[in-house]
């Protein structure tokens, strides 16, 4: 448990570095700490699959960042830009907290009951759909219709990302 | 496109970096393959393996220059392979009619730790590493594309 305190604290003064550093660079570093301590986190919670996930996307989600700032000419944040930067995360860090506590004080305590709805996928999992891997085996046969769901997001995310992004009709 | 940083920008990155990417690219691409196909045995799944399989690619136009992976695999393939994987997921979900109801693990389990098993299961990871995989190059074929016109 003692790690999982330390990896806690790594990403917490990465985000504050992430958010504190004048150079846009640097701060896009500290961002892609925060993601490699988040995807160590879910290996030590034995979770594989997440982690792999998590490292990838970080990846892409890094080159997507410095290729967007690499060439600005203003990759400084100074005076009034910063303070609205600052006043706007700290707005969502206390909606967010707010939120956050309002919804999760009704939940169980953490890992109690242990594993409720789990033990039945566990139990039958491999009988029922033939797949070793149980996380496919959820998100792909017991729970294909969030997987069609989060798929049609990504669809018209990517849709209207390539339709804002268009070259051709542009004036 | 008589622009300097343009040029500049098309010839890619420097001789190491385009050495390492022909020793390696091969493997990642290998890599995000083998991900995607024991998806139902092993850890990862389509998501993770389409995005290796886009990184791999992404990589290419990190160190050769916009051209040459636009060569390989171009915008409107890209897009064309997204819907692509979206229609075979759909298809595959409508398939279960068959059987009884939408989703349904029609085909044969097969034996466990087995390649050829899990039913559906192999074939909708590969749908969804197709529609992840070509979705996020194509975002990021159309940032780089953006920019080089904005410059103009």
Known sequence: ?171 | MSNKPIKSNEKGMTLIVKTITRLTIGLILLFGIYIVLHGHLSPGGGFAGGVIIALSFIHLMLAFGKEVALKKLSQSMASFFESLGAIIFISIAVLGFLGGYFFLNFLNKGEAFHLFSAGIIPLANIAICFKVGAGLYAVLLGLVLLKTGGKE
């Not at chain 1, 400084?76 to 309002?102: N, Y």
């Open chain 1, 1 to 171: 448990m003692i790690e999982l305190y330390l990896l806690l604290l790594f990403m917490i003064a990465a985000a504050i570095i992430a958010v504190e550093i004048e150079d846009l660079l640097s701060s896009i570093v500290a961002v892609g700490a925060v993601g490699m301590g988040l995807s160590i986190t879910f290996l030590t919670l034995k979770a594989p699959d997440l982690a792999i996930v998590q490292l990838v996307v970080e990846i892409l989600c890094l080159i997507i960042l410095i290729r967007a700032t690499i060439n600005r000419d203003i990759t400084q944040v100074k005076g009034r830009q910063k303070f609205i930067t600052i006043f706007i995360s700290l707005t969502f860090i206390v909606l967010f907290l707010v939120l956050a506590w309002s919804s999760l004080k009704n939940l169980p305590e953490f890992g109690y009951p242990i594993m409720k709805v789990a033990k039945n996928y566990l139990a039958e999992g491999l009988a029922r759909t033939g797949a070793t891997n149980l996380v496919t085996s959820v998100i792909l046969d017991f729970r294909a219709y969030d997987t069609l769901g989060e798929a049609t997001v990504l669809f018209a995310a990517i849709i209207g990302a390539l339709a804002v992004l268009r070259k051709t009709g542009r004036k």
